[in-house]
């Protein structure tokens, strides 16, 4: 007969003695407990454009409060100017990728390079009902002229740090599918 450590047996029982103690409240999701805080700045302001709003029987927890609420909506502007440090214009080496779902899109930045790509393969992006990310500009009239370039598609300015960190990306403008990475 084998036996099993103390710990092993205990720690499910623990558990579902908790759960009965506390009436369900561990597995209810609505009631979150902060288990570590690191601090930093509020991300409030960028759900308020969400227009969310707390349950009533719940009020906001002191950390997600706004430190002075207003009325204002957040607009794309707001959002901008837009800077990826880990992104420059260039060439960046085809390769394949295996995202199965992914829906196409690219990135680009404004500058002579991306603006020259747009133009060239503005017919196959909308044919692939790709999604523009511009991850490099610096005011809302040059993401207009960016726009200006490909009337239809959707182009949006957002940091690609991010992205360039998982896909291994160093440079655009690329096109970025399920299958692959190519300029």
Partial sequence: MKLHSPLRIAAPSLFGLLCLATGGALADATSLIVV??????????????LNLRPRQDQPLAPSLAAPHPSQQRFSETDMLPVRSGRLSPGEEPRRVIQAPGLRPMFLIG????????????????????????????????????????????????????????????????????ATGIEQ
Avoid: C, F, K, M
Avoid at 37 to 48: C, E, I, K, L, N
């Fill in 36 to 49: 570590e805080d690191r601090g930093g700045v509020s991300a409030w302001p960028y759900y308020q454009s």
């Fill in 110 to 177: 404004d500058d002579d390079r991306s603006r020259q790509w747009l133009r060239e393969r503005a017919v196959i992006l909308g044919e692939l009902n790709a999604v523009g990310l511009v991850v490099n500009v610096a005011s809302a009239d040059a993401l207009a002229t960016l726009r200006g370039l490909v009337p239809g598609l959707t182009l949006s300015p957002v940091s690609g740090d991010d992205l360039a960190e998982r896909l291994g990306l160093r440079h655009y403008p690329v096109l970025v599918t």
